[in-house]
């Protein structure tokens, strides 16, 4: 399989660790602090939404990621350069 370099496909052992990079990323986002104001809830509704969506994601193929430990991870097809990041 030929990916992008420096990314790998991720694995179900990945997903914890991914949506906690996620999460992280989408915290501050202004977006996300209206919709959820408080930041205690807001840290785990991103954590849980992104372990969620990684998971089936992940199962599909469609999750790469890059570093060890994780650093980032972007959602779409590994063999293109057509991708949606994340982080």
Known sequence: MNQSPGYRLLTLSDVERAAQVISQAFQNDP??????????????????????????????????GVGDPLQGSRIGNC?????????
Not at 36 to 51: D, I, N
Not at 80 to 85: F, K
């Open 79 to 87: 063999l293109s350069r057509r991708m949606v990041s994340l982080v």
């Open 31 to 64: 977006l996300c602090s209206y919709i959820l104001p408080l930041k205690g809830s807001r840290t785990k509704t991103l954590y849980e939404f992104f372990c969620a969506m990684g998971e089936i994601n992940i199962r599909n193929e469609r999750v790469c």
